[in-house]
């Protein structure tokens, strides 16, 4: 037994890279509206940033549109893994934006929102991306998983700086006037706020994903979590609690903006936690200039060889984070590369023989050995420990073997009707 956060954490089952090199891309962010809604909003979102110029690292994302998420979806289901199955984004969803008009009416003393999936805040642009999002789900190309309310702010710590005096509190009435609720300053989500009303918070994001998606989260995650609130997610349903701790070939590398006390250098991917019931992961690569590559790098290759390293030095698999905002930005020059590279990437990957999976999958795998989701409209079950589960036959996927399925079988398998 091993400890995290003063917690017993075991194994209850590894994963063998060598037979199955599995990679999972972590994308956070998606569905917030937290910057401005388009380009022409850029000198006065500075302004109100008090910038007299434009930081080195800093890239304004804006919300997706279905024309982009085709795009992306274009370049996913272009690549599929030795099974057959396409790659996939594991994508880290907000669900829920700031009703600017009922927080200005409240005098700044009341949170209002409105929820992913009925609209969004006015002025931006509602050209059906959350319809998109669901083709992409449907497709398995796209896996939904929970991220927040409102991203990186407090809504008590935001009210109150509406409500104040001084730069901050000038700088936040500025924003809002632009739209925006991002201070580009982390004000933890749940700061200010106890175990119910966390578990508040948490149950209205949760009952709207699952109105929306149809399902409870299998995942979560967000920098803005205390380890209390790893709890709640688990209360709630989640499964498998990510970005534990980040690793660049082995190192951690500290976030700085995280709760000083849910920085956890010492857990291993694929952690599982008895008390939580829930499954620690980690990442341990990055792709895309917002996740510290030089733009103007092979950051495609970069990427690649860091994961060729994680199989081989630490025999775990690659779950690689890649932010929303390299996609999602104003610079149409710097959105096209990024999906070339993209490419790039997935195209070494696929020649390599790798593995596609799902955050879902990956810390069902670490669980129980087993996993299953629906790709397609197909069940696709993997297995990959000896160990029981609930079904006896599949069709191999990759040759279209009938195969029986039995406690030392492994492999992936197309199940069910």
Request: include cysteine; glycine fraction near 8%.
């Amino acid at each position: 037994m091993q400890k995290t956060n003063n917690r017993e954490c075991r194994r209850n089952f590894e994963i063998d890279i060598e037979r199955f090199p599995a990679v999972v891309f972590e994308s956070d962010d998606w569905g917030t509206c937290s910057t401005i809604k388009q380009e022409e909003d850029l000198p006065a979102y500075f302004e109100a940033m008090q910038l007299k110029s434009v930081p080195k690292r800093m890239t304004i994302s804006t919300l997706e549109t279905s024309q982009l998420l085709d795009r992306l979806f274009q370049v996913l289901r272009s690549h599929t893994g030795v099974d057959g199955v396409p790659a996939v984004f594991t994508a880290f969803t907000n669900m829920g934006n700031p009703d600017f008009a009922a927080i200005e009416q409240s005098g700044f003393t009341k949170y209002f929102d409105i929820p992913l999936g009925k609209g969004f805040p006015p002025g931006w642009k509602d050209d059906g991306c959350v319809c998109k999002t669901l083709e992409g789900l449907r497709e398995g190309i796209w896996s939904p998983e929970y991220h927040s309310l409102l991203h990186h702010n407090s809504p008590k710590l935001w009210l109150e700086r509406l409500r104040g005096k001084g730069a901050a509190s000038e700088k936040a009435r500025a924003l809002f006037r632009l739209g925006c609720f991002s201070q580009y300053e982390h004000l933890p989500e749940y700061t200010g706020y106890d175990l119910r009303g966390q578990y508040a918070m948490i149950d209205t994001g949760f009952s709207r994903f699952e109105q929306l998606f149809g399902y409870t989260p299998n995942a979560a995650v967000t920098s803005d979590a205390y380890p209390e609130t790893e709890i709640l997610w688990a209360v709630r349903g989640v499964k498998t609690v990510c970005l534990k701790n980040f690793k660049k070939k082995g190192a951690v590398v500290v976030y700085h903006t995280k709760p000083w006390n849910n920085q956890d250098p010492y857990a291993r991917i694929g952690d599982f936690d008895p008390m939580a019931g829930v499954v620690y992961l980690i990442r341990n690569a990055s792709f895309g200039p917002v996740d510290g590559s030089d733009e103007n790098s092979d950051y495609a290759e970069e990427c690649f060889q860091d994961i060729l390293r994680n199989f081989r030095v630490e025999k775990e698999p690659a779950v690689v984070q890649t932010h929303r905002a390299n996609y999602t930005v104003f610079s149409a020059e710097h959105a096209n590369r990024c999906l070339d590279m993209l490419n790039s990437l997935l195209s070494k990957l696929s020649a390599k023989g790798v593995h596609y999976l799902t955050t879902g999958e990956l810390g069902d795998l670490y669980r129980q050995g087993w996993s299953i989701r629906n790709v397609g409209g197909k069940q696709l079950l993997r297995k990959w420990s000896a160990c029981d589960c609930t079904f006896t036959e599949g069709i191999e996927a990759g040759t279209g073997k009938t195969t029986n399925i039995h406690e030392r079988t492994l492999g992936n398998f197309w199940v069910g009707s």
